[in-house]
């Protein structure tokens, strides 16, 4: 909403480290909340937007903003259409002992391709000025495309014997959309207000996936072709109820109570076909149709108190689960049905115009996307194969926080998180017929304590430096002694934001972010760093923006690791097509002070659905 939303009217950003029991419990990551200032001037404000860049391959993005408001209704609307072109290389070494070692090496281009076509509208009645009832449609009709290319050489004793080609191309169409009614009063001059919302979305996923590869062995060169064929079909159908009340007793003393009931569908139908003599036949065996059923029923209660200079917000979230994930090929259902309750707890003390503590919790949960619980298999190529997860269980996180805030800007804080049934990637690797089989899977619990610090430094009025450094240390606990995770391992993330405003509505800016060596479950990962700049400059009195940034000057930023345990011996290093060059538009149009459209943000269900 920020990007769209004038900073005119903007009251307050709030970033929710813990979010209360209002929020879904649903996520790891904190929430930011907008809240505009209120208004009656009326007119037609919006903006458009151009994006157009250059990497290896090139991009662009266009998209349109408006909103009409009046006395009495508020209609808003906008459309964005993208093609951006990248890429992805993976390398992957994997070593197998025994008699006769042998490494594997896995050299990996994806020519890549996404298009995308976003859209939104939506009608706010102002019934009066204390009661509004709207309604919003929004969806996508996306494409991506992949053409990829692998050489294995496959090497015995020091020797290349024998080489692996493969070729895979993929063609998928995805689309959504999505309704939402909703209504909001305000019942009373003390903040008595009661909301409601009712949500329904249909995601629907065609893809297309061909491999084709080859196997040339040293002492004979003929090629010995196979071929298989990927045509899964993804159905999502997710419905949500829910509304809130806030009840004041007074202006110092608040209770809020809520409830939502949610229902998912996804039919998952992988199709896999052999060229078999020519001819494309159906797999059976690698087929799968799987289809997944999750009602939630959820209640909140939060109890909020200020005390002279001090917030105390209590709340607690209760959520019923029940789900099942039924696989019509194998006959077998994995049923589930539990309760749980997420308890959060804030206290913000004021001890002066510039000093300020804060001390939070909260509990939360995150459960796996829909596409990781079906149990068959997707082909990387002949020798990796990443497989879902029936029986993952949801992970339950909870945080804790101590903060210390300094003239509003300058700010330190510890934490500590504890993640029981942490979801990891992990592999099995069989030493007969070469084959790594990935997958995610549940491991004990993962303990992470980390402080950050948020220093602002003015050097000079034109001069303006941001810096956030976050320093942890990341422990698991994991009952199987197959699996070698380091524990007690330190990481380091320092980014800095470096702003030039000079004369003439000019902007210059330099930024950079440094990741030092971490843990990620099985893998050991390696350092890694950025560094980007750009300039600005506004025209039209400031109605026009012209932005040039470069990313990834230094084209270092990758992904690069080791997993060594049990039989597996793997070396990864990933990069993609980060360094590029950008020239983005903006030109804002109509009064700036008109109040933007309320945002309805899409629940957690949605964000599961993946793609």
Same mark, same amino acid.
């Given at each position: 909403?920020?990007?769209?939303?004038?900073?005119?009217?903007?009251?307050?950003?709030e970033?929710?480290?813990?979010?209360?029991?209002?929020y879904?419990?649903?996520?790891?990551? *904190?929430?930011?909340?907008?809240?505009?200032?209120?208004?009656?001037?009326?007119?037609?404000?919006?903006?458009?937007?151009?994006?157009?860049?250059?990497?290896?391959?090139?991009?662009?993005?266009?998209?349109?903003?408006?909103?009409?408001?009046?006395?009495?209704?508020?209609?808003?609307?906008?459309?964005?259409?993208?093609?951006?072109?990248?890429?992805?290389?993976?390398?992957?070494?994997?070593h197998?002992?025994?008699?006769?070692?042998?490494?594997?090496?896995?050299?990996?281009?994806?020519?890549?391709?996404?298009?995308?076509?976003?859209?939104?509208?939506?009608?706010?009645y102002?019934?009066?000025?204390?009661?509004?009832?709207?309604?919003?449609?929004?969806?996508?009709?996306?494409?991506?495309?992949?053409? *990829?290319?692998?050489?294995?050489?496959?090497?015995?004793?020091?020797?290349?014997?024998?080489?692996?080609?493969?070729?895979?191309?993929?063609?998928?169409?995805?689309?959504?959309?999505?309704f939402?009614?909703?209504?909001?009063?305000?019942?009373?001059?003390?903040?008595?207000?009661?909301?409601?919302?009712?949500?329904?979305?249909?995601?629907?996923?065609?893809?297309?996936?061909?491999?084709?590869?080859?196997?040339?062995?040293?002492?004979?060169?003929?090629?010995?072709?196979?071929?298989?064929?990927?045509? $899964?079909?993804?159905?999502?159908?997710?419905?949500?109820?829910?509304?809130?009340?806030?009840?004041?007793?007074?202006?110092?003393?608040?209770?809020?109570?809520?409830?939502?009931?949610?229902?998912?569908?996804?039919?998952?139908? !992988?199709?896999?076909?052999?060229?078999?003599?020519?001819?494309?036949?159906?797999?059976?065996?690698?087929?799968?149709?799987?289809?997944?059923?999750?009602?939630?029923?959820?209640?909140?209660?939060?109890?909020?108190?200020?005390?002279?200079?001090?917030?105390?917000?209590?709340?607690? &979230?209760?959520?019923?689960?029940?789900?099942?994930?039924?696989?019509?090929?194998?006959?077998?259902h994995?049923?589930?049905?539990?309760?749980?309750?997420?308890?959060?707890?804030?206290?913000?003390?004021?001890?002066?115009?510039?000093?300020?503590?804060?001390?939070?919790?909260?509990?939360?949960?995150?459960?796996?996307?829909?596409?990781?619980?079906? $149990?068959f298999?997707w082909?990387?190529?002949?020798?990796?194969?990443?497989?879902?997860?029936?029986? !993952?269980?949801?992970?339950?996180?909870?945080?804790?926080?101590?903060?210390?805030?300094?003239?509003?800007?300058?700010?330190?804080?510890?934490?500590?998180?504890?993640?029981?049934?942490?979801?990891?990637?992990?592999?099995?690797?069989?030493?007969?017929?070469?084959v790594?089989t990935f997958?995610?899977?549940?491991?004990?619990?993962?303990?992470?304590?980390?402080?950050?610090?948020?220093? +602002?430094?003015? +050097?000079?009025?034109?001069?303006?430096?941001?810096?956030?450094i976050?320093?942890?240390?990341?422990?698991?606990?994991?009952?199987?002694?197959?699996?070698?995770?380091?524990?007690?391992?330190?990481?380091?993330?320092?980014?800095?934001?470096h702003?030039?405003?000079?004369?003439?509505?000019?902007?210059?800016? !330099?930024?950079?972010?440094?990741?030092?060596?971490?843990?990620?479950?099985?893998?050991?990962?390696?350092?890694?760093?950025?560094?980007?700049?750009?300039?600005?400059?506004?025209?039209?009195?400031?109605?026009?923006?012209?932005? !040039?940034?470069?990313?990834?000057?230094?084209?270092?930023?990758?992904?690069?690791?080791?997993? &060594?345990?049990?039989?597996?011996?793997?070396?990864?290093?990933?990069?993609?097509?980060?360094?590029?060059?950008?020239?983005?538009?903006?030109?804002?149009f109509?009064?700036s002070?008109?109040?933007?459209?309320?945002?309805?943000?899409?629940?957690?269900?949605?964000?599961?659905?993946?793609?």
């Amino acid at each position: 909403m920020a990007r769209v939303t004038m900073a005119e009217n903007i009251s307050t950003i709030e970033i929710i480290t813990s979010p209360s029991a209002k929020y879904d419990a649903a996520g790891k990551s *904190g929430i930011i909340n907008i809240k505009t200032k209120k208004t009656i001037i009326t007119g037609i404000n919006g903006s458009y937007n151009l994006t157009v860049g250059t990497g290896k391959y090139g991009m662009y993005t266009t998209g349109l903003n408006l909103n009409w408001r009046t006395e009495k209704f508020n209609l808003f609307g906008n459309y964005n259409n993208g093609n951006r072109g990248f890429f992805q290389t993976r390398y992957i070494e994997r070593h197998i002992s025994g008699d006769q070692p042998i490494l594997f090496v896995s050299d990996v281009y994806n020519r890549r391709r996404f298009k995308n076509n976003n859209y939104k509208a939506g009608f706010d009645y102002f019934i009066n000025s204390k009661h509004t009832v709207g309604a919003l449609v929004r969806g996508y009709s996306n494409s991506f495309s992949q053409d *990829g290319f692998n050489t294995n050489p496959i090497s015995s004793n020091g020797k290349v014997d024998s080489t692996l080609y493969s070729n895979t191309t993929i063609r998928n169409k995805f689309s959504n959309v999505s309704f939402n009614l909703n209504y909001k009063g305000q019942l009373d001059t003390l903040g008595t207000e009661i909301s409601a919302d009712a949500d329904w979305a249909e995601f629907k996923d065609n893809n297309n996936m061909l491999l084709n590869d080859s196997m040339s062995y040293l002492v004979d060169p003929v090629l010995n072709y196979h071929s298989i064929r990927n045509r $899964p079909i993804n159905n999502v159908t997710i419905k949500s109820v829910k509304a809130d009340l806030v009840l004041p007793f007074n202006k110092t003393t608040k209770l809020e109570t809520g409830f939502k009931l949610s229902s998912v569908k996804t039919d998952n139908d !992988l199709r896999y076909d052999s060229l078999l003599n020519g001819k494309y036949e159906r797999a059976i065996t690698q087929s799968n149709q799987f289809i997944y059923t999750e009602t939630v029923y959820a209640a909140y209660l939060i109890f909020k108190k200020q005390i002279r200079n001090t917030d105390i917000q209590a709340g607690l &979230r209760a959520e019923q689960t029940k789900s099942d994930g039924y696989s019509v090929t194998l006959q077998s259902h994995v049923k589930r049905s539990y309760l749980d309750f997420f308890p959060s707890l804030s206290v913000d003390q004021k001890l002066s115009e510039n000093h300020k503590i804060g001390v939070n919790y909260s509990k939360r949960i995150s459960r796996p996307n829909y596409g990781d619980l079906n $149990p068959f298999v997707w082909y990387i190529d002949k020798y990796n194969y990443f497989k879902g997860n029936p029986y !993952l269980l949801p992970e339950y996180t909870h945080k804790a926080e101590i903060s210390y805030t300094f003239k509003q800007k300058y700010v330190a804080a510890l934490s500590y998180g504890l993640t029981k049934n942490i979801v990891l990637e992990y592999m099995i690797q069989n030493d007969t017929s070469k084959v790594t089989t990935f997958y995610d899977r549940n491991f004990e619990r993962s303990y992470v304590y980390g402080i950050t610090l948020t220093i +602002p430094i003015d +050097p000079f009025k034109w001069w303006n430096i941001t810096n956030n450094i976050n320093a942890n240390r990341t422990a698991y606990d994991v009952k199987d002694t197959m699996v070698n995770l380091a524990t007690n391992t330190w990481g380091l993330n320092y980014q800095t934001t470096h702003t030039f405003t000079l004369p003439q509505d000019w902007k210059l800016e !330099l930024n950079g972010y440094y990741e030092s060596p971490f843990v990620w479950g099985v893998y050991k990962i390696r350092s890694s760093f950025a560094i980007g700049a750009g300039v600005q400059k506004s025209f039209m009195n400031k109605k026009l923006v012209a932005k !040039l940034n470069v990313s990834d000057i230094t084209n270092r930023e990758q992904f690069r690791g080791t997993a &060594r345990f049990d039989n597996i011996d793997m070396y990864i290093n990933n990069r993609w097509q980060n360094r590029r060059v950008n020239l983005a538009l903006t030109w804002n149009f109509g009064n700036s002070n008109i109040k933007a459209a309320r945002d309805r943000e899409a629940g957690a269900e949605q964000q599961r659905v993946g793609g």
